[in-house]
């Protein structure tokens, strides 16, 4: 048996080969952040509950305090690549644990790493999108630091020479959230490989290492530190989503990991222009829970310098406790020194050219800002313009029923209204019910020459998205052409007066409202299939006694 001491514990290791774990047979020190998490919950002052829980509510109004917050994200990407950054293994989520490793992932002596070019496509890619300087030529390096999941203790990363670097992302911030354009500052783009992945036991006796993680290729994205605020920091994140997913270079599931932002926050006095000491956040599953977080931080750190306090704030790594919605202290924050970064001897420079950054650059597709500036210049409104932007594929539904002759508005119209309704209350994407964009275009088309009604184009539309077919087959098969035939509503509506004698006295005698009453009675008689804007000429002619 091999004794391992991993920070600075003495721990028995054990290699299972059954079941291809790695154990360590002590209690983890990251198990203590439980105990962390109930003690502070069961022994904090209630004066102090009560300090920070004001200070929270106050977060949206720090300036007014005379502080304003710095922050800065640090997002990771994972790429849809079908093997690993340096070796032929595949990376399939939710696979067995150590079932998809090799000796390179693994990092056993004398084996060497092969980069994959498909990593480096994708971080042209999205360097490009993020409006990057593109390096034509950079090089890898190893960020030496010991931790069970990382079996050849360093990372095979970029340091000086990264592969993309001084871009932007522009954003368009959500109504509800105040509105208004954003651009936030791109540092850098870096290819890297990730790390494997700790189980912790819930006993905390104990910590399991899956390594089918190592070494699937990163892209991490640094921000510059412009955001200001919870929602600007989420919105960014958000956007950096939107775009992976549109580039096809990952799918950006954070609940798999498949997306991570750590996020740096320090305040400092208005007007003042250095920093203060920044914490950084991890452990954040939601673009909800960053925005949350960062409120909580700042309101922390706030309180701190109201109190005399600041130089409690240090450089260190914080968890996000969802449960009691704050954070708790996980371990100093390492710095460069720390990581005694070198250049990889393994692999040689990336190298690049002209015609390989054109021909990529060439292949992209509209990205959401682009596609959201596009939408605007239709008229639609900025809300209509980031809910059909913000999802690839329901731009792309959208877009297609355009290609068709649609009219705009009323697209987006149906789009954002009884189809989404029906995706939300059915849990579904649109790209999964069995209406298509061109049926969406012949029942606005149907609907704009009067043939159908829009109330009798709901009927259809419910129809066509749960069993498919075409708007004319389900208009003859159940007979739903409007009537637009004068004679026919006019013969309808003598008969509803005739019938309703009371109510047409009470309309003369000045209760108008009451033609609301007659229209729905003919629509009743009809099936729905009268002509509206027939109806409504003819009854208020008859109303009038012509």
């Known amino acids: 048996m091999a004794l391992t001491l991993l920070r600075g514990i003495r721990t028995q290791t054990l290699f299972g080969a059954n079941a291809g774990l790695f154990c360590t047979t002590r209690r983890h020190p990251l198990a203590h952040f439980t105990t962390r998490v109930e003690s ?14 004001q200070a929270t509510k106050e977060a949206a109004e720090h300036k007014t305090q005379g502080f304003e917050a710095v922050i800065g994200i640090e997002t990771h990407v994972q790429l849809s690549t079908i093997t690993k950054a340096f070796c032929s293994c595949p990376y399939d989520y939710g696979s ?18 092969v980069l994959n070019a498909k990593v480096v496509e994708c971080a ?16 890898f390096d190893r960020k030496q630091y010991f931790y069970p ?9 970029q340091f000086d020479i990264p592969i993309a670097e001084k871009g932007y992302l522009d954003l368009d911030i959500p109504m509800e959230f105040g509105g208004g354009h954003r651009r936030f500052g791109v540092t850098r783009v870096h290819m890297e490989e990730d790390a494997g992945k700790l189980l912790h036991s819930e006993s905390g006796s104990f910590s399991q290492v899956d390594l089918n993680r190592a070494g699937v290729p990163l892209l991490e994205i640094v921000s510059e530190p412009d955001m200001r605020t919870g929602i600007e920091a989420a919105e960014y994140g958000a956007e950096i989503q939107r775009v992976v997913r549109y580039l096809g270079v990952g799918n950006g599931n954070m609940q798999e990991g498949s997306l991570r932002c750590d996020v740096n926050v320090s305040v400092r006095p208005i007007g003042q222009s250095e920093f203060g000491t920044k914490v950084e956040i991890k452990n954040m599953n939601s673009f909800s829970e960053i925005s949350r977080a960062i409120d909580y931080e700042i309101s922390r750190q706030i309180l701190l310098h109201k109190e005399s306090q600041a130089d409690k704030i240090v450089q260190e790594t914080r968890l ?29 420079e990336v190298v690049l050219t002209s015609d390989y950054i054109d021909e990529i650059r060439n292949s992209m597709p509209e990205l959401p800002e682009a596609k959201r500036r596009r939408y605007e ?8 313009v980031i809910f059909l932007a913000n999802d690839d594929i329901v731009a792309h539904f959208f877009d297609s029923t355009l290609e068709r002759g649609a009219d705009a508005k009323l697209a987006a119209n149906w789009i954002m209204g009884d189809i ?36 009798i184009g709901k009927e259809i539309l419910v129809e066509l998205i749960t069993k498919g077919g075409t708007v004319k087959s389900v208009i003859e098969e159940k007979d739903l052409v409007q009537i637009a035939d004068p004679a026919a509503i006019e013969a309808m509506v003598d008969k509803v007066l005739a019938e309703n004698p009371k109510q047409l006295e009470q309309y003369r005698a000045g209760k108008t409202k009451l033609q609301g009453f007659f229209a729905g009675q003919v629509m009743k008689a009809s099936k729905g299939k009268a002509s509206p804007v027939l109806l409504n000429k003819i009854l208020g002619e008859k109303l009038k006694g012509n």
């Open 40 to 53: 502070v919950q069961t022994s904090e002052p209630k004066s102090v509950r009560k300090s920070i829980q």
């Open 96 to 113: 067995q644990p150590n079932s998809t490793v090799c000796p390179t992932c693994m990092g056993h002596p004398g084996t060497l790493p």
């Open 124 to 139: 042209v890619k999205l360097g490009l999108a993020l409006n990057c300087e593109i390096s034509m030529t950079s090089k």
């Open 149 to 157: 999941d990382l079996p050849k203790g360093y990372q095979i990363s």
């Open 320 to 348: 996000w406790d969802e449960s009691s919605q704050k954070t708790f202290t996980m371990r100093k924050k390492e710095g460069l020194a720390d990581y005694r970064y070198f250049p990889e001897p393994d692999l040689p």
């Open 377 to 384: 210049n239709m008229g639609l409104s900025m809300q209509d």
């Open 420 to 455: 989404t309704a029906y995706l939300k209350n059915e849990k579904l994407s649109i790209d999964e019910i069995k209406l298509t964009p061109l049926e969406l275009s012949e029942l606005i088309a149907f609907i704009k020459n009067g043939t159908i009604s829009g109330k």
